[in-house]
């Protein structure tokens, strides 16, 4: 994912059980709405954003520093220097660790005390460093990096100073960013093949490549691991692809807006953040029948997003920007704009 730069989801009796089996699967539309605007400030770009839904509190990379914001207040409570080109964050709360890629220069992962906000040290890690999360199966950071085509793997109990990342996992493409299905299996995204690859962590290796078709280009991936789908949000063209992690078959395909870079999957939808300042909404409103339900205006260039999983609220970064060039979709972010739109569900 790239850095955005700013400055400062008889007849009538055999009937029922078919209109039983709708009502199961059908389920009230949940829509969602935009609550507000947390004016941040400050220096840098932006990338993807990781909530903490224990604290309440967001991370989010700025290229050469990481913000922790209290999502409430929009307050920033600390400043994490010392990166190149931050990507992403993944938090270890079991070792009170947070971990930040940065894809700048030889790659690097920054790992920080999650009480303090202190940094602990810096591993070194391969070009274009990139998205990064926690397996909570595996209890493993993972970490991939496009340019370089592999997956890291990195023990949040690692020596902060002297501790080396494993051999990666070489990929066969660039990779964008991952899904786990808490089992012991990650798909990746590989967006110059247009493909998703299907690793196993424990064999440290990929056991499957399934095409993205009619989709290309994929960049956010999110999964419904009861249901045993991966939502694929692809840039050209640009739709939701659903597919099974199990076949790897495309499901479905939805028409989405322009510049997706994030998908999270949460109560039985699926969602998409696009550059345009769309939000697209997907359900499955009838068995293997997958409609968007919604489409939110949101704001210019808030692509990326993440999700407070214990109050069901979405988190998106962005920036105000100025007129745009011919032929561009927008213009510079305007110095010192950086905010974050928050978005959530109407109140049942």
Not at 49 to 59: G, K, N
Request: hydrophobic share 40%.
């Amino acid at each position: 994912m790239r850095t955005i730069q700013c400055l400062s989801f008889a007849a009538a009796l055999l009937a029922v059980p078919a209109v039983l089996a709708t009502t199961a699967t059908a389920q009230p539309t949940t829509q969602w709405h935009v609550v507000k605007s947390l004016p941040i400030g400050g220096v840098g770009g932006m990338d993807y954003l990781t909530v903490d839904p224990a604290t309440h509190l967001l991370y989010v990379p700025r290229t050469t520093h990481t913000l922790v914001i209290d999502s409430a207040s929009g307050k920033v409570v600390a400043d994490i220097p010392g990166q190149k080109n931050a990507h992403g964050v993944a938090l270890a709360p079991k070792s009170g660790r947070g971990f930040i890629s940065d894809g700048g220069g030889s790659g690097a992962v920054t790992i920080f005390d999650l009480k303090t906000n202190a940094t602990l040290g810096t591993l070194t890690a391969v070009p274009d460093t990139d998205g990064i999360a926690y397996d909570d199966f595996t209890g493993l950071i993972l970490s991939v990096a496009g340019d370089s085509g592999v997956l890291m793997t990195i023990d949040p109990a690692i020596d902060p100073k002297s501790g080396k990342i494993e051999t990666p996992i070489q990929l066969g493409g660039a990779p964008e960013f991952f899904a786990s299905d808490g089992a012991g299996k990650v798909f990746i995204n590989l967006e110059d093949k247009n493909e998703v690859v299907a690793v196993d962590l424990k064999a440290r290796k990929v056991i499957a490549r399934w095409p993205v078709a009619p989709g290309g280009a994929p960049v956010g991936m999110s999964i419904d691991r009861a249901k045993h789908q991966i939502f694929i949000g692809c840039r050209k063209p640009q739709k939701m692809i659903v597919m099974s992690t199990d076949t790897g078959k495309v499901l479905a395909d939805l028409p989405i807006g322009m510049g997706v870079d994030a998908t999270v999957t949460h109560k039985g939808q699926s969602l998409a953040s696009c550059g345009d300042g769309t939000l697209a909404i997907i359900a499955e409103t009838a068995p293997g029948k997958f409609t968007t339900v919604q489409t939110l205006k949101t704001a210019l260039g808030a692509k990326t997003m993440g999700l407070d999983l214990s109050t069901n609220t979405l988190y998106m970064p962005t920036a105000e920007f100025g007129p745009p060039k011919p032929g561009a979709t927008r213009g510079a972010a305007i110095p010192g704009s950086f905010k974050i739109v928050v978005v959530a569900p109407d109140a049942k």
